[in-house]
C-alpha cells in the first residue's frame, strides 16, 4: 500500500520531534511545493524551520552559497548543484536536516541531456548528504507533484 504524502510528512514530522532536530529545504523545479507540502500538516512549526525557493542561479549563489564553477561545469540540474544546495540551507537555516530539489518540470526547458522530467535531490542529517537523479513523467504539475513525494520519502 501507497502512502499518501500528508501520511509521510506527518511521520517525517514526528521522527523529527523525536530527535529534537529542524529541517529546512531548498527548491527549485518544485517552487515552493516541497515547503507547502511540509506545511500543510499541523505541527509542522514544531519541527520545519524553512525553505529557500531558488529558481534562480544567482539566488542559489548568494542565498545557498552555490559556486558558480558548479553551476558552469555541471548545470542548475545536476548532483553537485543539489550536493551543494543542501548544505547550504542547512548552514543557512542553522539546522541539521534539510533536503535539495533541483529539476526540469517541463513543458520547456529540456535537451536530449537533460530531458523534461529530470530531477536531482540531495538530502542531509547531520553531516551525511545524500544525493539521488529521478526521471519523471508527466504533466508540469505532476512531476512537481513527484519530485515532492520522492523528497519526502527519501527522508523516512
Not at 15 to 36: D, R
Not at 100 to 117: F, L, M, Q, R, Y
Not at 122 to 131: D, E, G, K, Q
Request: with cysteine; net charge neutral; proline share 3%.
Amino acid at each position: 500500500m501507497e502512502l499518501d504524502v500528508e501520511t509521510m510528512v506527518g511521520r517525517l514530522g514526528e521522527s523529527l520531534l523525536l530527535q529534537g532536530a529542524h529541517m529546512a529545504t531548498a527548491e527549485s523545479c518544485t517552487g515552493g511545493l516541497l515547503a507547502s507540502t511540509l506545511t500543510d500538516v499541523a505541527g509542522s512549526s514544531r519541527w520545519f524551520e524553512g525553505g529557500v525557493v531558488a529558481y534562480d542561479n544567482r539566488v542559489k549563489m548568494r542565498l545557498l552559497g552555490v559556486p558558480e564553477e558548479i553551476l558552469i561545469r555541471h548545470g542548475a540540474v545536476s548532483q553537485a548543484c543539489v550536493e551543494s544546495m543542501v548544505k547550504g540551507v542547512c548552514e543557512l537555516m542553522k539546522v541539521p536536516v534539510a533536503l535539495a530539489i533541483s529539476g526540469i518540470a517541463g513543458p520547456g526547458g529540456g535537451t536530449p541531456e537533460k530531458p523534461v522530467g529530470l530531477v536531482w535531490m540531495a538530502w542531509r542529517i547531520n553531516h551525511r548528504i545524500w544525493s539521488r537523479e529521478f526521471r519523471f513523467q508527466g504533466s508540469r504539475r505532476e512531476i512537481k507533484q513527484a519530485s515532492v513525494r520522492e523528497a519526502v520519502l527519501g527522508l523516512l
